[in-house]
Structure formats: structure tokens, C-alpha cells
């Protein structure tokens, strides 16, 4: 499995007990998966909208970092979230509906693949001059027939929890982790200071407790 970011590394075991949405400042937005389905299950459009704006860019990102088109992608996205919809009520493990997206939308993906392997097999089938099947040749260029392995997915999942978790954190919290780890290259303390207006000594100890904030908030989403 590929080595965590410094981001990533920043999550622990122990998880602490979260508060509900209701008493949380970010209302929905702060609600956990389980809660967020349950509010979807009672007809809150609002709780559906916050789920599908919370999983869309991992959804669409499993079939475009497997090779598919953006139109294959958008097919699966749609695919995932009707079929979610269809089956909230039957979901027997609602804090897991982000592992459920992603098995769907990795079985939705390699199912495309799969099709497009075989239309072009079918096409080219014996067309060559000299009467050989050139389908093998033409299906190189296609996505492979397992092109996400678990640890490339289990990396998606976490990437998604770090954004998350960033999107919690305050304004000025969030825009000094993102100065220090999320620019290429990172900001030196000197331009980091500057740019949030504070002493350059300050900069060390104001990131280990943005650090320590972004820890917190990663076990709340673990």
C-alpha cells in the first residue's frame, strides 16, 4: 500500500463519540454517514442533497482513475446514487454507505470495461487482410480488467476523509494546512506568516495545533 501523506498520517486509532447535527455549527454538513442516512430514509431532500455532495467526487473518481471516459463516468455516478436511493431503506449498515459506493461503483466500472472489450472484440473480430482477429491489439488501449486493486481504492477513501476533514476545520486553520502540505512547493514559515499575518515563530506551534484539530476531526470520520 502506498506510504500516507502527512495529512494522512495525522489520524489515529481512537475515534471520539461526535455530537449530533442538530448541535453541531455545520448542521448537515458535519452529520455522520449514519446520520445522514437516516434523515434521507425519514424524506429530508436536504439530508440527500449533503450525501450526494459529500460522496461525488470519490463516486467519480473510481471510474476516471480506471481508465473510463468522462461520459462512462458520469454513467456510473448516476448508476450509484439511483441505486442508493432505491436502497436506503434496505441498507443494513448505513455508517458503511461509503464503502457501499465505492464496491458499486467499482463493479459498475469494470462492468463497462468489460463491455467495451467486448464491442471492440466483436467489431475487429477478422476484419485484417489476412483474415487474423486484430481484436486483441485494439483492445490493448482499454482500461485493464481490474485497473483499481483495494489498495488504491482504501487510498481514495482516505484521500476523501482528509478533504472532509479539511472542510471542517476554520477558515484560518484550513489555509495554513493547505500552505504547508496541500501547495507544490509548499510555503516556506516566512510566506505562510505573511500571508496570514502573524510572526514567523508563531507558525510551528499554530501548526501542530491545526494538526491536532485535522487529527480529531479524521477520527470523527474514521
Same mark, same amino acid.
Given at each position: 500500500m502506498p506510504a500516507p501523506t502527512? /495529512? %494522512?498520517?495525522?489520524? %489515529?486509532?481512537?475515534?471520539?463519540?461526535?455530537? #449530533?447535527?442538530?448541535? =453541531?455549527?455545520?448542521g448537515l454538513?458535519?452529520?455522520?454517514?449514519a %446520520?445522514?442516512?437516516? /434523515?434521507?430514509?425519514? #424524506? !429530508?431532500?436536504?439530508?440527500w442533497?449533503? /450525501?450526494? !455532495? =459529500?460522496?461525488?467526487? &470519490?463516486?467519480?473518481?473510481?471510474? !476516471?482513475?480506471? #481508465?473510463?471516459?468522462e461520459e462512462q463516468a458520469a454513467d456510473v455516478f448516476q448508476l450509484?446514487?439511483?441505486?442508493?436511493? %432505491?436502497? /436506503?431503506? =434496505?441498507?443494513?449498515?448505513?455508517e458503511r454507505?461509503?464503502?457501499? &459506493?465505492? $464496491?458499486?461503483?467499482?463493479?459498475? $466500472?469494470?462492468?463497462l470495461i468489460e463491455l467495451s472489450r467486448r464491442t471492440v472484440s466483436t467489431t475487429v473480430a477478422g476484419?485484417?487482410?489476412? #483474415?487474423e482477429s486484430r481484436s486483441e491489439d485494439l483492445c490493448d488501449g482499454l482500461p485493464g480488467p481490474d485497473p483499481l486493486p483495494d489498495d488504491q481504492l482504501e487510498r481514495l477513501q482516505m484521500q476523501h476523509r482528509v478533504r472532509r476533514a479539511l472542510q471542517q476545520l476554520e477558515p484560518r486553520s484550513r489555509e495554513l494546512v493547505e500552505c504547508l502540505f496541500l501547495r507544490d512547493p509548499p510555503l516556506s514559515y516566512e510566506e505562510v506568516a505573511e500571508r496570514l499575518q502573524i510572526s514567523p515563530g508563531s507558525v510551528g506551534p499554530t501548526r501542530a495545533r491545526c494538526l491536532e484539530k485535522l487529527r480529531v476531526l479524521l477520527n470523527e470520520l474514521a
Open positions: 502527512p /495529512l %494522512e498520517s495525522a489520524a %489515529e486509532d481512537t475515534a471520539a463519540p461526535a455530537p #449530533g447535527p442538530a448541535s =453541531r455549527p455545520g454538513a458535519d452529520a455522520s454517514d %446520520e445522514l442516512v437516516a /434523515l434521507c430514509r425519514e #424524506g !429530508r431532500q436536504s439530508a442533497v449533503a /450525501l450526494v !455532495r =459529500r460522496f461525488q467526487r &470519490l463516486v467519480y473518481t473510481v471510474p !476516471r482513475r480506471a #481508465g473510463l471516459s450509484c446514487f439511483a441505486t442508493l436511493h %432505491e436502497q /436506503l431503506a =434496505r441498507l443494513q449498515q448505513p454507505v461509503q464503502a457501499w &459506493l465505492v $464496491t458499486t461503483a467499482r463493479r459498475e $466500472t469494470l462492468r476484419i485484417d487482410a489476412d #483474415g
